[in-house]
């Protein structure tokens, strides 16, 4: 019998073919994919895409948008191309993701990002309902808070590391559907620290951080809220020098747990209806004692008496 001319692959004594590994991760669903670049920081989530065709368009299901430049404070003046790099990176991420809701809008950036780009990105976040969002840049001055952000009926977390402007609140609801608010406040106006914490139907823990200015005229912070039970309130001052001791705040929270006033320049303080207080803190001073009267410490310890535990500093004894 003849033996065939064509081509036949040989198999070399002793030599076992390796068989291709499956790939299963890229067989998962689209929901699978999406929760686990969810886990990846979100510069490692948008670099899959070039790891096959089935993972081309992964990233753009994330719901959790981080955006961290994490550089060295001052890069935008050593180089630039980096911070530019950084505003086209938030650009692109929030022009090519495409879920209805996510659940996370973060920005963190310690080098200047593009004032006239931020009020879309976080208008775009609001769009896409998201539920918490936290915002940590260098300002060189203030920024308007889109007027979007008030009205949201999605945004659940708000944390704002740094200042910005904040319109007149409305007469009716601010942040309808807000629990969790933190912010920075410098050169308090009357206009928003009377109304806007009498404002959020839903709030349950307020972290607020106050810088008092030598020329900042006198500032009334009314906290009155049914729903909070978590208050945090510190009172910073840049100068003692020429600084106005007129300001105040007043607190009216019925459900109110836990309260912690850091406070170095001493307001005056009007407790009201501390019933349910568990635990209260009590960090004070008041380095001019001829020029504050002391009985501002005394009133606000008699407003959180009934207090289950009561914590004082060494500045409140003295």
């Known amino acids: 019998m003849r033996r065939s001319t064509g081509s036949v692959p040989r198999i070399r004594r002793g030599r076992v073919l390796k068989k291709v590994p499956e790939d299963r991760i890229s067989a998962l669903p ?30 753009t299901s994330v719901r959790n948008l981080c955006f961290d430049d994490g550089g060295p404070m001052g890069a935008a003046a050593d180089n630039p191309d980096l911070v530019d790099e950084f505003n086209n990176f938030i650009e692109s991420v929030m022009a090519g993701t495409d879920p209805v809701s996510i659940h996370t809008f973060s920005l963190r950036s310690v080098n200047a990002i593009r004032r006239d780009r931020f009020p879309l990105w976080v208008s775009q976040a609001i769009m896409r309902n998201v539920r918490e969002m936290e915002i940590d ?25 740094t ?40 709030l349950t823990e307020l972290s607020l951080t106050v810088l008092i200015q030598p020329d900042d005229p006198p500032a009334n912070f009314i906290i009155q809220s049914t729903t909070l039970n978590t208050l945090t309130f510190v009172v910073l001052f840049a100068s ?3 600084m ?8 009216m929270a019925p459900n109110l747990q836990l309260i912690r006033i850091v406070d170095n320049m001493l307001m005056e303080y009007e407790v009201h209806e501390m019933q349910s207080i568990q635990q209260a803190t009590l960090d004070l001073q008041h380095w001019e004692s001829d ?28």
Not at 244 to 251: D, E, G, L, Q, T
Request: aromatic residues 8%.
């Open 30 to 59: 689209d929901s699978v994919l999406s929760n686990i670049l969810t886990f990846l920081p979100l510069e490692d989530a948008v670099a899959t895409s070039s790891l096959s065709q089935r993972w081309r368009h992964a990233w």
């Open 291 to 318: 020029t504050v009267d002391p009985q501002r410490a005394r009133n606000l310890i008699e407003g959180v008496a009934t207090t289950a535990c009561l914590i004082l500093s060494g500045g409140v004894l003295l």
């Open 163 to 202: 200042a910005f402007r904040f319109a007149d609140p409305p007469d009716g609801v601010c942040f309808p559907q807000l629990k969790i608010l933190q912010i920075y406040i410098t050169h308090p106006e009357n206009r928003v620290t009377e109304k806007l914490f009498c404002s959020c139907p839903s």
């Open 240 to 242: 003692l020098r020429g």
């Open 137 to 161: 840049i260098i300002q060189y001055a203030p920024m308007q808070l889109p007027g979007c952000v008030y009205s949201s009926m999605t945004l659940e977390v708000l944390r704002l590391h």
């Open 244 to 251: 106005s001791y007129h300001h105040r705040a007043v607190i």
